[in-house]
């Protein structure tokens, strides 16, 4: 199907009729005297994307299990300059 060309005036004065006859699938060219200014075309389809592509994957079960002492002191709040691990607010000098 050719494209329906409208001057900008015409363009401007129906805008959202334009746009629904491009979403209807017609191609519209906005032209200043013979010269095309723009197009307005019809959406892309979107593409289909697979809905969960991460649903295969899965954590095992044991791996929050193991007892890591960083964290542990990090919970407990305790801070050691030698490890970094946080002991409360800094004490005033």
Known sequence: MPAKVFKVAEAR????RLLARAREGEEIVVAK???PQARIV???E????EAAPLAH??????LFDREDS???????????DTLGIWR??????
């Open 13 to 16: 004065a129906s805008f959202s």
């Open 33 to 35: 005297g013979a010269e």
């Open 42 to 44: 019809p959406p892309a």
């Open 46 to 49: 979107p593409e289909q994307r």
């Open 57 to 62: 994957l899965s954590l095992p079960d044991d």
């Open 70 to 80: 960083e964290q542990v002191a990090i919970d407990a709040g305790d801070w050691g």
């Open 88 to 93: 409360g607010p800094p004490k005033a000098s």
